[in-house]
C-alpha cells in the first residue's frame, strides 16, 4: 500500500503510473498477439474475423468495467481516509458483484454471439470463425475480471508494480500457448486454427489469475479472499452501481460506437475490415499510455480528496497531460512513416497495407485528442462525478460520430475515408467538451459533498459496526 498524496507529484505520478502504463501496454499486446499469430498462420480472412468481433467484445466488457473502476476510486478514497474496515468491505462485495455479473454476462453472450454478428453485417465468409472466436474468448470470461480486479484493487492501494509482474505472467504464456494451439505445433494439440488463439488467451488468464489468488493472499491478509466475510452489504453495492454504471455506460456508448464503426466497415470487404483491425490494434498501443496515466490522476485525485487535498490536483493533470502528449508524439511519427511495414507484419496480403496507409494518415491526429481527455477525464473520474463523462461520450460518440460518419459515406466519395474522418472530427468535440466541464468546477463541488456521504466513512452518520 502506498500513500499517493505524499512527496513530488511529478515523481510520484512518474513511478506509480510507469508500471501501470508498461502494463497495459503488455495488455493492448494480447489483442495484438492474436492478431499477429491468426494473420500470419491462418489468413486474412481470419483476420478480419477476430477485428469483426473486437467491438462485440468491447461491449460485453463494457458491462462490468464500471463497477471495477468504481471499486478503484472507492479504496483509493477508503485509503487516503484511512478507514481498513470500511475498506474490507468494498473488495468483499466489489468481488462478488463483479463474479455474479460475469457469469450473467458469460451465458448472454455466447447465447447471442451470432445474432450480433449478423445484426452488424459481418460478412457470411467470416462470420463463423468470429463466432468461434467470441463464444471461447467469453466462456473464460471470469478469469479476465478477476485478474483485472485484483490489479485494480491494488492500483487503488498504491501498489502498481504487483499487476505489471502479473500480467507479464500472462503475456509470456499467451505468446508461448497461442502458435501452440493454433498450429498444433510438436504434435501435443490438435490443429485448432481460430479457436486455438482464443484458448490461448483464457487459458494464460486462468493460470495467472489462480497464481495471483495464492500470492496475494499470501502477501496481505486484507486480499485473502479465503479469509474473507462474504455478506452484502446493499449500501455499499449501491453506491458501487452510482459510481460505476455511468462509467460502464460510457464504455457502453465506446463499444456501440465502434460497432456502428465496424457496421461500416463491414461494408467494404475483408481487406478494409482486416486494415481496420490492424489500425485499432496499433492505435491501442498510442491510446493505452494516455489511458493508463487517466487511471492513475484517478487514483490521485482520489485519495488527495479523500485526505482533503484537493488543491494539488490540477498539477496532478498538467503533469499527466504533458507526459500523454509526449506519447501521442512518439507513436504518430512511425505509424505515418511506416504504415506498410506495420501492415506486412501482421500479413502480407498488399490491399491491406494500402488500405491502413490510409487508415493512419487521417486516423493518427486523435493520439493528441486523447492524450489531453483521458487527463481531464481521470481528473473528473477520480473525484467520483462520472455522469457528466457518461452523457459527454453520447453527444461526441453517438450523435456526433455516428452523424457524421454517416454523412460522410452515404453523401460523398470518401468512401472508408468518411468513416475515418468522422472518427477523427467526433474525439475532439469530445476533448472539447471535457476540458468545458472541467473549468466549471462542478466535479470539486461534488467530490466535497460525496466524501461526507460515503457508506462507511467516519463522517457517515450511519455505523457500520455489525
Known amino acids: 500500500m502506498k500513500d499517493l498524496t505524499k512527496g513530488s507529484i511529478f515523481k510520484t505520478l512518474i513511478t506509480y503510473s510507469a508500471p501501470i502504463v508498461l502494463g497495459d501496454l503488455l495488455q493492448a499486446s494480447y489483442s495484438s498477439i492474436d492478431a499477429l499469430w491468426v494473420g500470419r498462420l491462418i489468413g486474412a480472412d481470419a483476420l478480419a474475423a477476430i477485428s469483426s468481433s473486437g467491438p462485440i467484445m468491447f461491449l460485453i466488457v463494457s458491462l462490468v468495467i464500471g463497477i471495477s473502476i468504481a471499486t478503484v476510486i472507492m479504496v483509493g478514497q477508503a485509503f487516503g481516509m484511512g ?92 505468446i508461448i500457448l497461442a502458435p501452440v494451439l493454433i498450429t498444433g505445433a510438436f504434435g501435443l494439440f490438435p490443429r485448432l486454427g481460430i479457436a486455438g488463439s482464443a484458448l490461448a488467451t483464457v487459458i494464460s488468464q486462468l493460470i495467472t489469475t489462480v497464481y495471483a489468488f495464492i500470492y496475494l493472499a499470501r502477501k496481505n491478509v486484507l486480499l485473502n479472499i479465503f479469509k474473507w466475510k462474504y455478506e452484502f452489504d446493499l449500501t455499499i453495492v449501491k453506491k458501487m452501481f452510482i459510481i460505476g454504471v455511468p462509467v460502464s455506460l460510457q464504455m457502453v456508448i465506446n463499444a456501440l460506437s465502434a460497432i456502428i464503426i465496424v457496421s461500416f466497415v463491414n461494408k467494404f ?67 505515418n512513416l511506416f504504415p506498410t511495414q506495420i501492415a506486412s507484419i501482421f500479413t502480407a496480403h498488399a490491399p491491406v497495407g494500402y488500405a491502413l496507409k490510409t487508415y493512419f494518415r487521417i486516423d493518427s491526429p486523435t493520439y493528441f485528442a486523447y492524450a489531453i481527455m483521458f487527463a481531464i477525464q481521470g481528473v473528473i473520474r477520480g473525484a467520483g462525478d462520472t455522469i457528466p463523462l457518461t452523457v459527454f461520450s453520447f453527444i461526441s460518440l453517438i ?55 460515503i457508506p462507511g466513512s467516519p463522517s457517515h452518520e450511519e455505523s457500520y459496526d455489525k
Request: hydrophobic share 55%.
Open 269 to 335: 470487404g475483408p481487406d478494409v475490415i482486416a486494415a481496420y483491425g490492424i489500425g485499432m490494434r496499433v492505435d491501442s498501443f498510442s491510446f493505452m499510455p494516455a489511458m493508463s496515466l487517466g487511471s492513475s490522476v484517478s487514483a490521485m485525485v482520489a485519495q488527495h480528496i479523500g485526505a482533503e487535498k484537493s488543491d494539488k490536483i490540477p498539477k496532478i493533470m498538467f503533469n499527466a497531460m504533458l507526459i500523454s502528449l509526449g506519447f501521442a508524439v512518439f507513436f504518430y511519427i512511425p505509424v
Open 83 to 174: 478507514d481498513m474496515k470500511f475498506l474490507e468491505k468494498i473488495l468483499v462485495n466489489s468481488y462478488m458483484t463483479i463474479f455474479l455479473l460475469c457469469l450473467l454476462l458469460s451465458v448472454l453472450s455466447v447465447v447471442f454471439s451470432g445474432a450480433i454478428l449478423k445484426f452488424i453485417n459481418t460478412p457470411e465468409a467470416i462470420r463463423a470463425d468470429a463466432q468461434k472466436f467470441i463464444v471461447i474468448i467469453f466462456a473464460g470470461m471470469i478469469f479476465m475480471f478477476s485478474f483485472n480486479w485484483f490489479s485494480g484493487v491494488l492500483r487503488g492501494l498504491g501498489d502498481s508494480k504487483t499487476p505489471f509482474m502479473l500480467l507479464i505472467i500472462s503475456i509470456i504464456l499467451n
Open 399 to 453: 450523435i456526433f460520430r455516428a452523424g457524421i460518419v454517416w454523412g460522410l459515406v452515404s453523401l460523398t466519395h470518401l468512401n472508408q475515408a468518411g468513416i475515418w474522418t468522422g472518427m477523427v472530427i467526433s474525439i475532439y468535440i469530445g476533448m472539447i467538451i471535457s476540458f468545458w466541464y472541467y473549468k466549471t468546477g462542478k466535479w470539486r463541488e461534488k467530490a466535497m459533498l460525496k466524501i461526507k456521504k
